[in-house]
Structure formats: structure tokens, C-alpha cells
Antibody, heavy 118, light 107 residues
């Protein structure tokens, strides 16, 4: 059974940093690109970042480029999102999602909430 | 960026009704269009991929059609468990973009 479990969310002050993790199981992790998608409370979905299976290619939304870094450790089946210089606009539930055939997100984690507030 | 415009933003329908949601892309995205269902407090779930392909395990009352810029998502015979918000998503171009969502309620 495919499982994605995010962790690392929590209250952070404006200007602060946070590192999210997503532990994957039930599939051959390095065979799949992975993504982060976020959702501000009560609002719609926003794709944040993607990384190829072996980690050689990364992609970002303009809203986070230069502040967020996506990475993965295929030996530990874990995806990461390092978030720096956080602002109120980054407040959201952050989901990790597996890509299939391009960017069809066929499995999602349960999400981790990141509130940015003083 | 490709702008995805969904309509309506919300709708109310009765059990057994046929429900249709449309999604218009600001440029040609071929058939690189997916539909997701999100229930309150849950992660989104992929229902339709590549505009018209039903994801494994998804009931056949859900369907999708369209290509290039105009797409349609249909629920035939609405069921109470279909209450959710539905999103379209394009992946022809980065950044990946979603429609703003359609909240579906039962009358």
C-alpha cells in the first residue's frame, strides 16, 4: 500500500525557517518524481515544487523560488522541503504528492499545517 | 502561467442529478488535464487523468471530456458521498496550475 506521511509543520514566525519531511512507503521511491502542493486554509490548491526521481532536476513556483528548496534522500525514501524567509502568505497545509505520467498526482499525504505568525 | 478557470464556483444539486463542471485553460494544454475531488479535512484524490481517463477504483458515474482549452467534468447520478470540492489541474506547462475549485452541495 502506498503511503506518504508528512511531518515537520508547526507555528513559525515571519522570517523564520522550517523543514518539512515526507516519508514514503509501498512503492519504489526513486522511480517517481515527487511534489509539494500547498493549500491556504479555506482556499484552493497551489503547486509549490517538484523533484525528479533521482533528484537531478528541480522545479519551483515563482512564489517560492529562491526561498524554498526541495530535495530527497532515496536511501531513506524521504522527500524534504526546506522553507526559508517565511511570510504570512506561506501559511498553508503542505501536501506531498507522487507524480505519475508527468504531473498527475496519484497519491497524496495527509498534509502538515504551517502557520506563519508572530 | 496557464490560467485555469472553473465554473461554477459552487453548485447545489439533488441526489440522482447529473452534475457538470467546466474548466477553461488560457492556452492550449492538449489533453494534459486532471480532475481531483477533495472532501473536507482530506487530501485531494485523483479522479480523472489526461482529460478523460478514469482513475482505477473510481466509480464510473464520474467522467471527463475535452481537449485544448475546454474541458468538462460530469457526475452522472449524484450520490451523497460526492459532496466535495472539485479541482481541475493542467500539467502541459510549468508551473502546474489548478482551477479555483467548485464546491458541490446536496440540495
Amino acid at each position: 500500500e502506498v503511503q506518504l506521511v508528512e511531518s515537520g509543520g508547526g507555528l513559525v514566525q515571519p522570517g523564520g525557517s522550517l523543514r518539512l519531511s515526507c516519508a514514503a512507503s509501498g512503492f519504489t521511491f526513486y522511480n517517481y518524481a515527487m511534489n509539494w502542493v500547498r493549500q491556504p486554509p479555506g482556499k484552493g490548491l497551489e503547486w509549490v515544487s517538484a523533484i525528479s526521481g533521482y533528484g537531478g532536476s528541480t522545479f519551483y513556483a515563482d512564489s517560492v523560488r529562491g526561498r524554498f528548496t526541495i530535495s530527497r534522500d532515496n536511501s531513506k525514501n524521504t522527500l524534504f522541503l526546506q522553507m526559508n524567509f517565511l511570510g504570512a502568505e506561506d501559511t498553508a497545509i503542505y501536501y506531498c504528492a507522487r507524480s505519475r505520467d508527468g504531473y498527475s498526482f496519484d497519491y497524496w499525504g495527509q498534509g502538515t499545517l504551517v502557520p506563519v505568525s508572530s | 502561467d496557464v490560467r485555469m478557470t472553473q465554473s461554477p464556483s459552487s453548485l447545489s444539486a439533488s441526489v440522482g442529478d447529473r452534475v457538470t463542471i467546466t474548466c477553461q485553460a488560457s492556452q492550449d494544454i492538449k489533453n494534459y488535464l486532471n480532475w481531483y475531488q477533495q472532501k473536507p479535512g482530506k487530501a485531494p484524490k485523483l479522479l480523472i487523468y489526461d482529460a478523460s481517463n478514469l482513475e482505477t477504483g473510481v466509480p464510473s458515474r464520474f467522467s471527463g471530456s475535452g481537449s485544448r482549452t475546454d474541458f468538462t467534468f460530469t457526475i452522472n447520478s449524484l450520490q451523497p458521498e460526492d459532496i466535495a470540492t472539485y479541482y481541475c489541474q493542467q500539467y502541459n506547462n510549468l508551473p502546474i496550475t489548478f482551477g479555483q475549485g467548485t464546491r458541490l452541495e446536496i440540495k
